[in-house]
Structure formats: C-alpha cells, structure tokens
C-alpha cells in the first residue's frame, strides 16, 4: 500500500519567514497531491493541490511543489502570519482511488 | 452548494456503552464517504469508507463498524466501546469527478471513561 512520510514533524517559524513541509510517498501511480490545513479543534480543509502535469502552483503566500521523478512534494509558505499556525497534512493519491492514506502531519508554530 | 453534518459534536460515553455517530452530506448525489479517526496530536487514521448504499470497507480492525442506509448518509456504530475509541472522529465525501478533494465534516469528539 501507498506508505507517506512528512518532515518535518514539528517546525517553528519567527513572524515573517518562509516555511516549507516535505511529503514523500511511494506510489508512482499517485497523480493528485494535496494539502490540508487543521487547526486546533476544527476539520481539515483544502488550502492547495496540485495534479501531476504541473511542477508547481501558487496561490498568495502559498504554493506546492512536485517533483514526480524522487516521489516527493512541498508545501511552501512565505511570510508566515501567527494565523499559519495549524497541523498540515499531505495526502497523495490517484484517480480513481477510493482510499486515502494522509501524512503524519507536520505542526507548524508562527511565533510573533 | 454541498454540506455535510454530524452530530453530536461532543460525547462522553461509559466503556462498554453503545455507539452511534451519524454524518449526512447534502447538495451531491452518489458520493464516497470515509470516517476517520484522529487521536489528540495525532493523524488522520482511516477507518471505513463507502462507495454506494449497503457498500463498505473496513480498515482497521477493531470493534467499530459502518452502514450506509441511504445515499448521503453513513452511520458509525459500535456495541461496547474500549477506552482506545476516545478520538476526534471525521467524516467525510468526496466525488471522484470532483479531483479527489476530501471534505470534511466538523467532526465528533469522543471521550470514553
């Protein structure tokens, strides 16, 4: 089965600076590779995803990018914002799939 | 636009009590739905999901169970809940033509004394 690992597992960030989390996964049939935001408490939501006939897409201060050959993709932040601060998870898969199998999650921690 | 409910928010239930937790999903037809569990500081484990009425996969084994009775609707049960089924329990739907894109109902959170 699919196995997906996320580094690193805790990072803290000064107000301001970049932050970047690490998915590697194991399937080379995976074609679609998200990311997921929760904060504390709430449900995981969406914030940007990128398909395997793309190396990298941005949104605002976020952007994903993939490299298919070493199975691995990153989530980029810049200029992070306390807001930031939540658990991030990756969760690769393929079409069709019906079956998820998510990161560990990597906690993120802006600090003003 | 899709919504997608589940009740209670919270529960605090005795060991060996009963189970039922209910999600339900509108504004879609024919959706895939998950149940995950989420320890306290943990990740997202899967636990059965369901691509049609009367249709479920398990993936854990443990002494939780699912149904589906009606389209948007899947049911999370259990006849003696342990301590280790203390969680953050998350549904939720995707549609495949949709790009994969899970989403996630607010969840219940469950604590087993």
């Known amino acids: 089965g699919e196995n997906v690992e996320q580094h690193p597992s805790t990072l803290s960030v000064q107000e301001g600076d970049s932050a970047v989390i690490k998915c590697t996964y194991s399937?080379?049939?995976?074609?679609?590779f998200p990311w997921y935001k929760q904060e504390l408490g709430k449900r995981p939501q969406l914030i940007i995803d990128?398909?395997?006939?793309?190396g990298e897409k941005k949104d605002q201060r976020i952007a994903v990018t993939l490299n298919k050959t070493a199975k691995h993709f990153s989530l980029h932040i810049t200029e992070t914002q306390p807001e930031d601060s939540a658990v991030y998870f990756c969760?690769?898969?393929?079409?069709?799939?019906?079956?998820?199998?998510f990161g560990t999650g990597t906690r993120l921690k802006v600090l003003a | 636009s899709q919504t997608i409910h589940q009740w209670p928010a919270t529960l605090v239930q005795p060991v060996g009590s009963p189970l039922s937790l209910e999600c339900t999903v509108e504004?879609?037809?024919?959706?895939?739905l998950y149940w995950y569990r989420q320890a306290a500081g943990r990740g997202l484990q899967l636990l059965f999901y369901?691509?049609?009425?009367?249709?479920i996969s398990s993936e854990v084994p443990q002494n939780l169970s699912a149904s589906r009775p009606q389209d948007r609707q899947f049911i999370l049960s259990s006849k003696k809940l342990l301590l280790s089924d203390s969680g953050f329990y998350l549904c939720?739907?995707?549609?495949?033509?949709?790009?994969?894109?899970?989403?996630f109902g607010p969840g219940t959170r469950l604590t087993v004394l």
């Open positions: 399937d080379s049939a995976s074609n679609y």
């Open positions: 939720a739907w995707s549609v495949l033509a949709s790009g994969n894109e899970q989403f």
């Open positions: 504004g879609t037809s024919n959706p895939n």
């Open positions: 369901s691509v049609g009425i009367g249709q």
């Open positions: 990128i398909r395997s006939n793309v």
């Open positions: 969760a690769p898969s393929s079409s069709g799939t019906y079956k998820y199998i």
